[in-house]
């Protein structure tokens, strides 16, 4: 645990050492002055630029490419300009092309980036760290995000009010855009300046152009704006949007006899209101009761044998939406304070049927209502408060007609607090968190958390152009419940106190409570030159626990990494762009264990064609691991070595694909692991994409957990030689009828198949020969009865343990189609057709002979659905 530390300190040493390497960028900022347009009539959106209004100001042009070669004239003119009044802002923009039957002129959905487009990024809040982005296409396809993390994070959730058009012409095409002053956040000062930048892609030599050059050795996005100047007299609008909404839900499935509770439909109507109200211009009340929230887009397919929860990201727009605000990462791309999947999730309990009954277990818990306070004032404040309240959720039980109902998850309380403060200029800032999530338990749910609370404090500091960086958080957790509840914290996957070599931890079955800590310090290069690098610790403790409103997949870790990377800065003869990386990292448990060290080398390869390569190396030659025994000894897998190569082709061609491989292989065939996948889109028609998405996975190891039994006293830690085939496909057709009406699917059959032989058992899981640290088990010591493998270990002709056939095949199809019409803007209505199939099938059977008998022999449950939304700005 010391020497990660003193490598830290080294590190950081030698990043203040370095500050005079490089001298601080100095691209002078560019300034458009804006003008109200007083009495005079505004602009009529129909993107032409004709309107005489437009005469008040000043074309600003002079664009500076961006990429492939930064710092040189674009190959096409550009120019815009920008007006506005008490409730607009009127942003025209005209791109010249000289070949205006070649612009490329794709449909698409929203914030789907199609053929060519220009857009402006706007920071009103001149935070110099996000900034708002609307983006109009060729064909007048609107996009819309907020970007935050100074360009690092953009959120496509957004979905303002505001009005687009395109027009192409003799003379390429030319757009106008209509913003609402209340989609913005400012300040309520007299006189204002905030951030631009206006950006064109020129789709067909896949170039980016800007009216703000930002050198590509830039540390950041929206820190290198230009400025727009002469808003004056503006003043705060104060948004007031009510949504309600209305679903109609219709599911049909095949009949089970006998079970009231499947009897080959239901039928649902389900009503809600979603409210934004602007409290001041700069902070927002969101506000939601009975929401819907449901996906239109499934989770992919995905199973796992190491026991681990599989993190899904957020895709319901209430959560999404200000997610920058409340995000409190502190481990990896993970681990957060803050997991909102937590908030009506599947519930943790499931009733104590007697045999024979039927039972009814709902999906998900319900929402009752959630509401969210957010925004950033002027003087750098970032504030964020979530409150969200879900329901008593029961399953009923139904046994010979009688019917009975129990609790299954608990009314739940969670709250979430976020606040940070930025200073020295936007180029500092520190912040705190705070979590709570309180449980209303009934007894047989004592096994529940009661309550659980969590804080943070983060800060970041950057300096010289914010070309260097120092930042750090630590967070504390602090978790309550009965006996019952805390021991089997401590013995989950996440812990493991129970580990049977593990001095400095271990189960205490009279706990009612558990306290712990975690943190992460690192520092860095981001801009400025070439080369590029950062580094840092970070800790979790045993005790630390995250899980009830956040996500933490272990704890028990200390963790030291560095990475270093290299670009380049122009195009050479063959290559747009080259980029290189280095990255190193070592783990260590609280006890001082030396777990793991790995160092991997990458490259990307992007040529004059548009064609890409990435390749990477990756050498691991100590992999120590405390839960692969899922509570026994620390367990050692041989030395291992992966390499990895994907292609792509020119994006920007009708027909494009992308293709590579993965493959890692260990010592003595401990295990070894082949991933391929490939991507086919073709377009035949601006308006119709489709896309094919095949991958193929094997991933056989000597070493498999299969499972823990009693032996004379004696623990034994049973694995098996696992073969283990993954094959799945996704298949995507989105038609565009207009950029207000589109048609989408998607649709992915997946089968995952085991199967298991050579059992074996532990003896000594840290044995550097692999054959040492197991003892397997000849052919007169196991006998395969019915589905179970008896034991006899000292051959007496008695059974001393027995364990189930661990086998499977597991299949699963997932399909959506999806219109959706955007019928005023804000308002819109969905039409819903979705198909699953989830079940088992013989493991004996091929991978596709898996898929035909779980897919196309199965009769689908089908989910028919009719949302409609209309969205009130007052």
């Known amino acids: 645990m010391k020497l990660p530390i003193k490598l830290l300190l080294c590190f950081l040493l030698c990043c203040f050492s370095t500050i005079q390497a490089q001298e601080s960028l100095s691209i002078a900022k560019r300034i458009y002055t804006t003008t109200n347009i007083g009495n005079n009539t505004p602009p009529v959106i129909d993107g032409k630029l004709d309107d005489a209004v437009w005469d008040m100001v000043e074309w600003a042009e002079n664009f500076t490419e961006l990429m492939p070669n930064e710092n040189t004239p674009p190959s096409q003119r550009t120019k815009f300009r920008i007006l506005y009044d008490d409730k607009y802002l009127y942003v025209g923009i005209r791109a010249y092309d000289t070949a205006v039957d070649s612009i490329a002129k794709r449909l698409g959905r929203r914030d789907s980036f199609a053929g060519d487009w220009v857009e402006i990024n706007i920071d009103s809040d001149r935070d110099l760290r996000t900034c708002f ?21 953009w959120d496509g959730s957004w979905s303002p009010i505001w009005t687009n058009k395109s027009q192409i012409d003799e003379e390429g095409y030319s757009t106008e855009m209509r913003i609402p002053l209340s989609q913005l956040r400012f300040s309520s000062d007299d006189e204002q300046i905030w951030g631009i930048q206006v950006q064109r892609f020129f789709f067909r030599k896949q170039e980016r152009s800007l009216w ?20 004056k007299g503006l003043k705060p609008q104060k948004q007031l949007e009510i949504q309600p909404f209305t679903v109609t839900k219709l599911d049909t499935y095949p009949e089970e006899v006998g079970n009231p509770y499947r009897d080959g439909n239901d ?104 509401a969210k306070f957010s925004g950033k004032t002027k ?66 749910l004592s096994y529940l958390r009661k309550e659980a609370y969590t804080g943070g404090f983060d800060f970041k500091h950057q300096w010289q152009g914010r070309k260097y960086f120092v930042e750090g958080n630590i967070v504390t957790s602090h978790v309550k419940g009965s006996k019952e509840a805390i021991t089997e914290t401590q013995t989950s996957l996440t812990h ?69 990377s290299y670009r380049t800065l122009k195009p050479t003869e063959t290559f747009r762009r080259i980029s290189g990386n280095l990255q190193q990292f070592t783990t260590y448990d609280f006890e001082g264990n030396f777990n793991r060290v790995q160092y991997s080398l990458g490259g990307n390869f992007l040529f004059k064609n548009n064609n890409g390569i990435n390749l990477r190396a990756v050498h691991k030659p100590r992999i120590f691991t405390n839960t692969a025994l899922r509570g026994g000894p620390r367990w050692r897998f041989s030395q291992e070595d992966h390499v990895s190569a994907f292609f792509n082709t020119d994006v920007s061609k009708k027909f494009r694909t992308s293709f590579g491989f993965a493959y890692s292989g260990a010592k003595q065939n401990n295990f070894s692991f082949f991933f391929t996948e490939a991507d086919f889109t073709y377009q035949p028609t601006n308006a119709l994409t489709i896309s094919f998405n095949p991958s193929y996975n094997n991933n056989p190891s000597k070493t498999q957990y299969v499972t823990q039994t009693d032996y004379n006293g004696t623990t034994r830690y049973v694995l098996g030689t696992i073969d283990n085939k993954t094959l799945s496909a996704s298949i995507r057709l989105n038609y565009t009828i207009n950029p207000n009406l589109t048609i989408q699917y998607y649709g992915q059959p997946f089968i995952s198949r085991a199967r298991y032989s050579n059992f074996k058992y532990v003896t000594n899981p840290k044995a550097d020969d692999l054959y040492d640290r197991f003892d397997a088990y000849d052919s007169n010591q196991i ?42 803007p804000g308002s819109e209505l969905y039409f819903v057709w979705s198909q699953g199939i989830t079940g088992l099938v013989d493991p004996s059977d091929g991978l596709t002979d898996g898929l035909e008998q779980g897919i196309l022999n199965q009769k689908p449950h089908n989910t028919f659905l009719i949302k409609a939304t209309y969205r009130f700005v007052l």
């Open 379 to 444: 003087n750098g404040w970032s504030i964020g408060v979530l409150e969200s309240v879900t329901a008593n959720q029961y399953a009923e039980i139904d046994l010979n007609g009688n019917r009975s109902k129990e609790l299954v998850e608990p009314l739940t309380n969670y709250f979430v607090g976020r606040l940070q403060k930025d200073f020295n200029n936007r180029n500092s800032y520190v912040g705190g968190i705070f979590t709570a999530t309180n449980r209303d338990l009934e007894d047989h």
């Open 212 to 231: 703000q050059r930002k050198p590509v050795t830039a540390p950041g996005w929206i820190s290198e704006f230009g400025e727009l100047h002469g808003l």
């Open 496 to 564: 493991l106190f129970n580990r049977v070599d593990a001095d400095h931890v271990n189960v205490d079955p009279n706990r009612t409570s558990l306290t712990g800590t975690g943190g992460r310090l690192s520092a860095g290069k981001v801009g400025g030159g070439h080369w590029q690098y950062n580094g840092g610790v970070i800790w979790r403790s045993p005790e630390l626990e995250l899980n009830d409103v956040g996500f933490l997949r272990q704890a028990d870790e200390v963790r030291q990494y560095f990475n270093l």
């Open 267 to 370: 039928f649902s109507i389900n009503a809600g209101l979603d409210a934004k109200i602007g409290i001041t211009n700069d902070l927002t009340l969101d506000l939601t009761v009975n929401p819907d929230f449901g996906q239109v887009e499934a989770d992919p397919a995905a199973i796992t044998l190491d026991g681990f929860e599989i993190f899904f990201e957020e895709q319901r727009p209430f959560f999404v939406q200000n997610k920058n605000i409340f995000d409190y990462n502190f481990g990896n791309n993970q681990d957060n304070l803050f997991f909102s999947r937590r908030i009506g999730r599947s519930p943790q309990g499931y009733p104590n049927a007697p045999s024979g009954a039927y039972v009814d277990q709902p999906d998900n818990t319900t929402i009752l209502g959630a």
């Open 783 to 824: 006998t395969y009865n019915n589905g179970v493998y008896e034991i006899d270990e000292d051959i007496d002709t008695t059974t001393d343990y027995s364990f189930g056939d661990p086998d499977f095949s597991f299949v699963q199809f997932r399909s959506n189609l999806v219109m959706r019409w955007e019928y005023i």
């Open 133 to 153: 982005s609307f983006t109009s296409s060729a064909t007048g396809v609107k996009g819309d995000e907020f970007a935050s993390l100074n360009g690092g994070n």
